[in-house]
């Protein structure tokens, strides 16, 4: 056999040994120095072996492979989330900002409606003491010529003085000029 082959096959069974043969190739000799036969069924098994191993080790990788996937995809899918929570965060805020907004600007229009009751309060209140003012300085130049119940008949009368009838404001005082 060729060098390289040799090589591969002490290589692989620890303790053989590669040694130039007579027909200008290379043999393998086991430890107890036998000849090693480049027969396929004496390096079946190491083959075997080997082929086992790789396939272990794809599988392995395999599996790997997929569980990395699998680790971006739900990576991905949790920064989706998290993007999606934030958002709505962002937007919870934003409608608590309005709320508060909006509940400030209730409070202005309370505080003018009661600022503007107020003044109406105020004015009405205003209008009334004017209209009673109105309606006593009346009553009080109204006169009224009124007949004494003593018919004149009483001489120092309080009323008439005698003279059968007297003057009343509006309210019925009597008034003596
Ligand atoms: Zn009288």
């Not at 003044?119 to 006593?136: L, P, S, T």
């Not at 009368?157 to 309210?171: F, I, L, M, N």
Request: hydrophobic share 30%; aromatic share 6%; proline share 2%.
């Amino acid at each position: 056999m060729n060098y390289r082959d040799a090589l591969e096959i002490a290589r692989r069974n620890p303790g053989f040994s590669v040694t130039r043969g007579d027909d200008d190739g290379f043999i393998v000799r086991r430890p107890d120095g036998s000849l090693f036969s480049e027969q396929p069924s004496a390096i079946d098994e190491t083959e075997q072996l080997r082929h086992e191993i790789e396939m272990v080790r794809k599988h392995h990788d395999e599996a790997l492979a997929l569980w990395d996937e699998e680790r971006r995809r739900s990576d991905s899918v949790l920064a989706g989330r998290e993007a999606e929570i934030r958002k709505l965060q962002m937007e919870l805020h934003k409608e608590h900002q309005g709320n508060l907004e909006a509940a400030r600007h209730i409070e202005q229009l309370q505080a003018k409606i009661a600022k503007v009751s107020q003044a109406e309060w105020e004015k009405i209140k205003a209008d009334e003491e004017q209209e009673r003012k109105v309606y006593a300085k009346a009553m009080k130049e109204e006169r009224n010529v009124v007949k004494c119940a003593c018919l004149g008949e009483v001489e120092n009368c309080a009323r008439c003085d005698g003279r059968g009838s007297y003057t009343t404001d509006g309210y019925g005082n009597p008034v003596y000029a």
